[in-house]
């Protein structure tokens, strides 16, 4: 069954860096287009960055500058670099599988990481 399971979420000072890891299972994972959503508490759930299969990358504009999304083929890995986080930045980090078509349109959800941004 496709799976997608995050890791590397935790507690940090503002100005701080954290590196998340999405790792896929029993998908084409080399044909998906890749996804970082993050769901900050009382909010919908809002794109952060995508990664097409051909490694052209999108970022919303809050995070431009500051986080970079990646992925590596051979480990069916999607990677989001966070530098200079910020408070706000605070909140559930969702990795997808999924597809553009005009835009990007979700698919396979992992259940998510934290991430609390905070001194």
């Known amino acids: 069954q496709a799976q997608l399971v995050e890791s590397g979420g935790g507690l940090v000072q503002p100005g701080g860096s954290l590196r998340l890891i999405c790792t896929a299972s029993?998908?084409?994972?080399?044909?998906?287009?890749m996804a970082w959503y993050h769901q900050a508490p009382g909010k919908q759930r809002e794109l952060v960055a995508t990664i097409r299969d051909d490694g052209g990358t999108y970022y919303t504009d809050s995070v431009k500058g500051r986080f970079t999304i990646s992925r590596d083929n051979a480990k069916n890995t999607v990677y989001l670099q966070m530098n200079r986080l910020i408070p706000e930045d605070t909140a559930v980090y969702y990795c997808n599988a999924g597809a553009y078509y005009s835009d990007f349109v979700p698919g396979i959800w992992g259940r998510g990481t934290q991430v609390t941004v905070s001194s």
């Open positions: 029993d998908i084409m994972f080399s044909f998906y287009d």
